[in-house]
């Protein structure tokens, strides 16, 4: 086995002590293998060395344990064990490497963490989600361990979902899938099309206006949020959400996002702003706050969203004129003690005031007054309130000159 940037070092010492150990299969597994192949096979650049994910049949961290003691505490670094899940973390010459025992796994209920136990490296493979993430390289043999034609549907460009319940079992895999498709340039197999459709048709659970965020399994939320997280982080975002209501998948939020027609200009105004898209996405749904509270986003990103409706509810009955004096929308913005990520996100919403809202943003609330309160001092000020006064009449002077 060869992977490009990983010394064949790091290899033989994981050979060697999958041999010592007496482990049958040591096999590389995820999203390397995936694009690896595409990398030999379609020609495709190679992503570079990310995590290298290892499935053991046997003991991993027995097999962990080996590897220290043959290569010692200068080649074997940053050592974790995480007991209850039979994975060791460590770094094997500086390059990551997660050794985990092959598991399987059921789910107990549809969006309900799933119930593990000790497998083999098929029955572990079972559990991935697409028959392109269900590949595994063995390090021993040395051979492609494709049991469900994953390579097939990658020549093919199609995305095919593992099992006929894959979407009804974890229906975040719909969101995973609109990642893949954008990454990679797939298409959804007409089967999986219609497993996501069928599970949105007949899941009992949906936002509804009004229902209590802890009405939402926790697990499902929090694996919908990891997964858009993921999605507007590390994809090509506006080509997976665009997927994902073209399969009607963004009801899983909200429906009202399903019909979001200003998804795209608003995101993309929030990427120009250096803002969490997050607070953006759920700013279209019938109940924003509700939803992120819900979906279990940041306590910092539901403050700046709550702020922002305030905001936006203060624009509609109170706001400035759209030609006042900067001065005026100055006071006005900071009295309220909105934070810029608020302004921020209420910009990228595009208000009929959003050039005052964007010139406080990025230029007025940095204005301060030309003269310090050292120099009124040393012209005869006494320290007080008029001293005050005086320092924010100075820096309005200022501002509406800058008009």
Known sequence: MELPGVSSAVLEALKSAALDVGIPRLALVGGVVRDLLLHRRLGRPWAGVPDL????EGEAARLAAVLRTRCGPQRVTAVQEYGTFGTVALQLDG????????????YPAPAQNPVVQAGTLSADLVRRDFTINAMALDLLSGELVDP???LRDLEQGRLVFLHDKSVSDDPTRVIRAARYAARLGLQLSPEATRQVMQTL?????????GDAPESAPPALATRLRMELDRLLEREPWREALDLLEGWQALQLLDSA???????????????????????????AATEPLALARRLQIPGQQQQWLAQMLELRSWLLEGAPSVDAPPSLWTNSLEQKGWSPQAVGLMVALKPLQWRPLLRWWGRWRHVVSPITARELIASGWQPG?????ELHRQRCLLLDQSR
Not at 201 to 209: E, F, Y
Not at 275 to 283: E, I, V
Not at 385 to 389: I, S, T
Request: net charge positive; no cysteine; proline share 8%.
């Open 201 to 209: 048709k007949s899941w009992p659970w949906a936002w509804r206006s």
């Open 148 to 150: 469900h034609g994953g």
């Open 95 to 106: 390059v990551p490497l997660d050794l985990a025992t092959a598991r399987q796994e059921r």
């Open 385 to 389: 309130p008029g001293m005050g006064a």
């Open 53 to 56: 994910d290892w499935v053991v």
């Open 257 to 283: 996002l399903q019909r979001d027609a200003q998804r795209s200009r608003r995101l993309l105004w929030g990427k120009r702003l250096g803002l969490p898209l997050m607070p953006l996405l759920l700013a």
